[in-house]
């Protein structure tokens, strides 16, 4: 798999960052040469074998649907970067 | 009274006793941390009511209501759990101004034993890493030799503890991040069994493979710490309920005729010489000691790195898609719409590490590669699963190193990811599969850095596991070891 600049660009897009000017080549060398070693994996021969997401039989945890106070508004907004009165201020979206 | 040489067991009785009180050990920890905090950077944020807290505990403890082992005794927590009006900044630019309106259930059931937390620990940014350099307040320092990195992610709360800053400390497990730096800085530190600490308030990396647990001076006290925080909770919906730990089954474990497992392709290519020597001469002491021991092959350990890696980024690149600018954390001023404003928030809020591993996880669960690479990555972990299953029909423990190396030099790795990544051969596979691990401190390399074996348990084995280690710990004295030069600045 090689690691273009066309594929470096998509993936910023696609994780919402933007690589600094003068690190873009290093991080896509680096992205080569992890990916070169992880494809390593396609060497394992994993034919009938069901993808295991959790190790452990776990079962959901689940609370009794109770009636409980919310969260205040001051609370959940008070790490907001920027707020208007109970909202969090975004920049305009649509026109 | 030694305070600079007591495990947390050990000042939790005296507090009890009355020979000290909480207050006088908190005191003895703040003086700990002016001298030697600037030397090894272990701490983000001290926090500035540790005495007030401390004389409330000692009331508590003297009406009775405290009555943990640990009642008292000063610790720390890494920056990743959220307290309540406390910085939490997961090493990050992102969220530098972040004080959370809650406490993480580990932290508030560590506050209800009435623990008197100092403050907050350094890591590796969003604990992605394994030498707590990628920190934006800056990296912590080795207390064995300031040069040489603590080890990551969990850096400042092994350095913390080897320095004497803390009597024990918290920290989280993703991929070795409690085991490999108590390795590089020669204290105790356990992961347990995925589930069986609440991973509520836990700022997440890799929701299938974090895990809260100890580091501390002994197993003893990694024991006394699980048996606090061990505790089913219905706000982390994989919480699983489990028997905890048994402090008492811990003090009086014996390892004759346990059967212990050493896996062959944990000693392969690019182990260090003095690192398979000193964990071979544990090996032996464990056999003297009654343990049979033996060797098994285990093929599998060389698709564990890319699987983790492809797991973990994959997990990293859906967690950290929250960091939106909006709700908290790191924005700019002046942006220009709403993309720009989330663009540039993750651009100059994270660092190039977690840019990385979000890339790295945006390519492998992208359309056309999810098979390949995701898809593939969770057939190899049910296969890791399996052969270790395979492994405890046969063993009570397995026994290896924990890194390949002992604390490389500060700068060493940081340029080349890949080399980095690599180094964590030998943890990744447990959190693949859920298990719990040990690091136990088992001698030094020829440079007089600390090496530590791994010991690993079946599920929900943390006693057999800490119980062996602390067997191990009453015939060897590598745990009591300090570091030169803590007492002469």
Avoid at chain 1, 20 to 49: H, N, V
């Amino acid at each position: 798999m090689m690691i273009t600049d066309e594929l470096v660009t998509y993936l910023e897009a696609l994780g919402r960052i933007r690589l600094p000017e003068e690190s873009r080549a290093k991080a896509q060398r680096d992205l080569q040469e992890i990916l070169q070693y992880i494809d390593t994996l396609s060497e394992l021969d994993t034919e009938g074998i069901e993808p295991l997401s959790h190790a452990l039989p776990l079962t959901n945890v689940m609370r009794e649907d109770e009636v409980q106070p919310s969260i205040p508004p001051e609370e959940v907004l008070a790490n907001a970067p920027v707020r208007k009165d109970n909202y969090f201020l975004v920049p305009r979206s649509f026109e | 009274m030694n305070l600079e040489t007591m495990t947390a067991l050990e000042l939790g009785a005296a507090i009890r006793k009355g020979e000290i009180s909480a207050v006088e050990a908190a005191q003895f920890s703040l003086r700990q941390i002016e001298t030697y905090d600037s030397r090894f950077s272990c701490f983000v944020t001290v926090q500035d009511d540790i005495l007030q807290r401390a004389e409330e505990v000692q009331k508590r403890i003297s009406v009775g209501e405290y009555t943990s082992p640990l009642a008292g005794v000063p610790m720390g927590i890494k920056d990743n759990m959220c307290q309540k009006g406390v910085q939490t900044s997961c090493g990050s630019r992102m969220l530098a101004n972040f004080k959370p309106t809650y406490t993480a259930t580990a932290v508030e059931e560590i506050m209800q034993a009435g623990a008197v937390p100092l403050g907050k620990l350094n890591m590796d940014e969003f604990a992605m890493g394994s030498t707590s350099e990628t920190s934006w307040f800056g990296a912590t320092k080795n207390p064995w030799n300031a040069e040489c990195v603590p080890g990551g992610s969990s850096g400042g709360s092994a350095a913390a503890v080897a320095a004497g800053e803390c009597f024990y400390a918290l920290g989280s497990d993703t991929g070795g991040s409690i085991r490999q730096p108590a390795s590089f800085c020669g204290v105790t530190g356990i992961k347990p069994t995925y589930g069986s600490v609440s991973r509520f308030g836990l700022v997440a990396y890799a929701s299938s493979l974090d895990q809260i647990g100890p580091l501390a001076r002994d197993a003893a006290d990694c024991a006394a710490v699980l048996g606090e925080i061990m505790k089913r909770d219905v706000k982390d919906n994989t919480s699983v309920a489990t028997q905890g730990v048994n402090l008492d089954a811990v003090l009086h474990y014996d390892v004759k005729g346990k059967k212990i497992g050493i896996p062959t392709d944990f000693f392969g290519d690019g182990l260090d010489k003095d690192v398979a020597a000193t964990v071979q001469t544990a090996a032996r002491q464990l056999e003297r000691m009654g343990a049979t021991v033996e060797q098994f092959d285990m093929p599998i350990v060389k698709y564990a790195i890319p699987a983790y890696y492809i797991i973990a980024a994959a997990e990293a690149s859906s967690n950290l898609s929250r960091y939106d600018g909006i709700k908290y954390g790191y924005r700019p001023e002046h942006v220009d719409d709403l993309l720009d404003l989330y663009t540039r928030s993750r651009s100059e809020g994270f660092g190039m590490e977690v840019k990385r591993r979000i890339m790295l996880g945006c390519f492998v669960l992208s359309s056309g590669y999810y098979d390949a690479y995701y898809r593939k990555a969770l057939q190899a972990k049910a296969l890791i699963k399996a052969a270790f299953d395979r492994a405890f029909e046969r063993y009570d423990l397995i026994l290896g190193p924990v890194a390949p190396t002992t604390a490389l030099k500060i700068g060493e790795n940081l340029a080349d990811p890949l080399k980095m990544y690599l180094g964590d051969i030998y943890t990744v596979m447990i959190n693949l599969a859920g298990l719990p691990a040990a690091s136990v401190p088992c001698g030094f390399d020829r440079k007089g850095m600390p090496v530590g074996m791994q010991l690993i348990g079946s599920y929900f084995h943390e006693t057999d596991i800490l119980g062996a280690a602390h067997a191990y710990q009453q015939v060897t004295d590598w745990h009591k070891r300090r570091p030169a030069g803590l007492d002469n600045l």
